[in-house]
């Protein structure tokens, strides 16, 4: 029976403060009620980072709650994945099919790609081998799928709130740094100390940034990623529309 | 191996096409509003772009009495800076037509499969034959042809169209 390094007991008790603090930011601001998916995601990884450093460290109790956990999360996080792109694209009536197309392309295309990588890696020898692939294929699908949301968003000039972007972008960050740490691992590199600690400071760095970029005010700053022209100003972007469509009915009663 | 240099064959390949693509799509007048333009853009601006590069001039320039090989490269050069000059307007108003476009499907009040699907593939078309123009500019200037300008050109008419014809926007 052993204990968590020091190193890593240390980052793993600052992670579960800057968890609370963020969880307690999202219910004093309502959001919420609005990202709920990824409130529960903080949740669980909160609980799971208090009780991980009370289980002893390197036995078969840990392996378990480890992977039972890790699991309850992966699935969580392919729900707040969900609940991303529903806020991106839901309520654009103009390209839902086109937006349809692009989602199924991306899935395909990202899983495709993950499986590929599939047979870089070794074949593992034990459950949490075999659990740290499987991981690293849905983490890596959802990276792939995330990338591909924000190139869409980059190609079609949509309205989002500040809050969508930090959600999104804290993400990728979140699952390149912990798709390259599985990948890694899994193509034979035991550093499992070091990637560990690695990501363990990645994730604080994602929540510090989603615990100072999200906000209630997040919810009405508007933003357009990837446009030369930045209408921050909904009505302007509007009134703009309008006076576009008047143009067009001109040159068609010409 | 080999397998492995394909991948990264295509990946490259990719990868220096959507650069380009970005590239090109990001020249946009940004000083000018959508309904300015609107109102003043016509593709038979172009016209003139057309000829420009035509052997003719070049050739009976070349019989006149007097004429020597330093005039006929000048006014090569010079017409090869207008030509491009001229190709780099058509990418801006083909960039701001899409603009337009695209700000009208993204808050159409209906769905336009077919818009998007119509916009997305004139781009890829406009965006490879310019490249490709670009490239017969530096090595065969001579040798580019008024009915490649004018599939340009009828690329940036057939978009205006497709706009025409959508319904009015949720403004």
Not at chain 1, 188 to 213: E, K, N, T, Y
């Amino acid at each position: 029976m052993g204990r968590l390094p020091f190193a890593e007991a240390l980052l793993t008790i600052f992670q579960a403060l800057i968890c609370l603090s963020l969880a307690l930011r999202m219910l004093r601001s309502g959001l919420y009620r609005k990202y709920r998916y990824f409130f529960l995601y903080i949740v669980v990884s909160f609980a799971q980072m208090t009780v991980v450093l009370t289980v002893p460290f390197m036995t078969n109790l840990y392996r378990n709650f480890f992977i039972a956990t890790e699991l309850g999360e992966l699935f969580l996080v392919v729900l707040v994945v969900q609940e991303v792109y529903t806020w991106m694209l839901g309520s654009l009536t103009g390209i839902v099919s086109a937006s349809r197309r692009f989602i199924r392309a991306a899935v395909t295309f990202a899983i495709v790609v993950s499986l590929m990588l599939l047979t870089l890696e070794k074949t593992p020898l034990n459950l949490t081998g075999r659990f740290f692939l499987f991981e690293r294929a849905i983490i890596f699908s959802l990276l792939i799928f995330v990338v591909c949301m924000l190139l869409f968003l980059l190609y079609y000039p949509v309205s989002l709130s500040r809050n969508i972007f930090v959600y999104s972008i804290g993400f990728a960050f979140y699952f390149l740094a912990k798709a390259a740490t599985l990948f890694i691992r899994n193509t034979g590199h035991q550093w499992d100390r070091a990637m560990s600690a690695f990501l363990l400071v990645v994730s604080i760095g994602c929540l510090g940034f989603w615990l100072v970029g999200l906000s209630r005010a997040g919810e009405k700053i508007q933003r357009v990623i990837g446009h030369r022209w930045d209408p921050s100003d909904q009505e302007r972007l509007l009134r703009q529309l309008q006076s576009i469509n008047t143009s067009l009915l001109r040159t068609v009663n010409k | 191996m080999f397998l492995l240099g394909s991948v990264l064959a295509v990946t490259l390949i990719t990868i220096v096409f959507v650069m380009l693509f970005v590239r090109l799509a990001s020249r946009v007048d940004v000083d000018c509003t959508a309904e300015e333009w609107l109102e003043t853009f016509s593709a038979e601006r172009y016209a003139p772009m057309q000829r420009l590069l035509e052997r003719g001039d070049f050739e009976y320039l070349a019989a006149q009495p007097g004429f020597r090989p330093e005039i006929g490269r000048r006014l090569l050069r010079e017409r090869k800076a207008v030509f491009s000059e001229y190709l780099s307007l058509l990418v801006r108003d083909f960039n701001q037509l899409v603009r337009i476009s695209k700000l009208t499907l993204v808050y159409a009040p209906e769905d336009q499969p077919e818009f998007a699907r119509a916009l997305w593939r004139e781009q890829v078309r406009f965006y490879g034959a310019v490249s490709m123009l670009r490239c017969r500019l530096a090595l065969f200037p001579l040798g580019v042809r008024g009915s490649e300008v004018g599939r340009l050109v009828e690329t940036l008419a057939t978009v205006r169209r497709q706009l025409t014809l959508q319904p009015e926007t949720a403004a």
